[in-house]
């Protein structure tokens, strides 16, 4: 399954999941974690909500990067799942708010980009060492970032 700025849709308007995808997608027995996803694309940002619930997690979507912010300061999350570019408010502004007020989730953003060449985007993911996939990638890789993440080792990842 790979995640395009244009998913595939249903009639209903809903992200295409298999009965298949489903199955393979059944939760192991590692714990599950809340995460966080910013993503200005509704589409994409429901679909991604959709996938980690398939991996076994909590998913609280926010399609605003301030909405995001008003909630993390209230919750907790063990990860933000967060698209790079996005207006009002980039991905680097976001992740330099968080670690003000939340400084150990320094190491537990993935960030979703379509741009590993921008000097900004190449200086601050070097700088930071934080995760990221580029665009678009497969659920097995995500899966395999947020095991990375957790220190869990989980089934094989699904593809």
Request: aromatic share 6%; charged share 20%.
């Amino acid at each position: 399954m790979e995640f395009l700025s244009n998913p595939p849709m249903n009639a209903h308007n809903k992200s295409i999941i298999t009965p298949a995808i489903a199955a393979a997608a059944q939760p192991s027995s590692a714990k599950q974690h809340r995460i966080l996803i910013v993503d200005d694309e509704e589409a994409i940002a429901a679909m991604l909500g959709e996938s980690i619930s398939l991996l076994g997690h909590e998913p609280k979507i926010f399609t605003s990067p301030i909405d995001a912010l008003n909630t993390i300061a209230k919750e907790d999350f063990d990860l933000i799942l967060t698209d790079m570019h996005m207006p009002k408010m980039n991905g680097i502004q976001m992740y330099q708010k968080v670690i003000e007020c939340k400084p150990y989730l320094s190491q537990k953003f993935i960030f979703l980009t379509g741009d590993v060449v921008g000097q900004e985007t190449v200086s601050f993911l070097s700088n930071t060492g934080v995760k990221h996939l580029s665009k678009p990638f497969k659920l097995a890789k995500l899966e395999e970032v947020i095991n990375q993440l957790f220190g869990e080792q989980g089934k094989p990842p699904i593809c």
